[in-house]
């Protein structure tokens, strides 16, 4: 896509030295500093490549664009989607400091809410972050957020940021951190992907290393997983798994991994290597699968530092998330796992579907 540059035209008023007249006639080049003739305005020589869906169509010009619903909450208030805003000078927007979740609503049930609140406040403890609110009262919010949006099925973000401040990183100019709640839908991969299963790509970007940042915090620093989505996208799919700097496998961009091998279930441990450079954010959905819906399925899951070949030869790959649920991956890169859902995750797909629309939601 070209990008058209606008210069502001210079007026004798902005030009250096003012109050000389303006020229009627077509003023000739101006000199630099140095007395060479000032170079026009220097055109990139190559333009990146742009993903068509991350292509700049218009700038926002303002709430008139965004619906009005859901009702989300913003630091105490209840506003309209379109309002809910915080400022431009929050360190979570400029510095993506800051801790998230993601949290699944199932028949008005808060899936693993205590789960989730408590690795918020684990996760805002190690970037020494103090959340203002109590976790009762968090719940208390997410309750309020569905009831106002007649919410019976769907997702809560909860985002925990550093407030607003100075322009500098200092946490300390923070005084206040920001709450938001929002509770609305979530869909991240086609329906069908469910049974048919899905392609994934390694990454060549590796993961963080933990002495770098911990992934196990989930902060709002999320680029290292989007530069690696970004790779899964230009290669026509959805997830990307991410080797850690020493080459082993930790996760995806937005789901824990599990890859079955003659019967037996393996997950990634959540500290990996000799050097313990790689991590992963120890999802709630996986601990799930591990402690409560494999045992529940007379199946056993081991955590296993592998590397991708044993991926790539595994006879079933699933990936587990709260918003992806649990999703099979049938095709690594150029390499085929299994045709369609395999028959062990398709056992813990089902068992996850019939718990999480059943009357015993597990809330804690
Ligand atoms: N890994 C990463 C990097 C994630 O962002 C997520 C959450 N989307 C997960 C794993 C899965 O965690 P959970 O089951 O808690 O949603």
Redesign the pocket.
Known sequence: MAVKTRSRPRTSSTSRGGGAKPAKTAPAPKKAANGAARAPASVPKAVPKQLPSLALRHIWSGEAEIPKTPLVWVNGRLVPKNQAMVSVYDHGLLYGDGVFE?IRVYRGKIFKCQSHMERLYRCAEKIHLRIPVEPEQMVQVQRDCIAANKLTDGYIRLVVTRGYGTLGLDPRKCPIPGVVCIADQISLYKPEFYESGMRVVVAKRPKTPIPCLD?RI?SLNYLN?ILAKVEAIEHGCDEAIMLSLDGYVT??????IFVIKNGRIFTPPLVSGEREWGG??E????RFVKEELAPLCGLAVEEKLMRIEEVLEADEVFL????AEIIAVTQVDETRISDGEGPITNKLRMKFREIVSGDEIPEN
């Open positions: 993601g992934p989930k997983n996760e995806c961009t937005g789901d824990n992963l954010l999802g709630v959905t996986r587990t998330g709260t918003a």
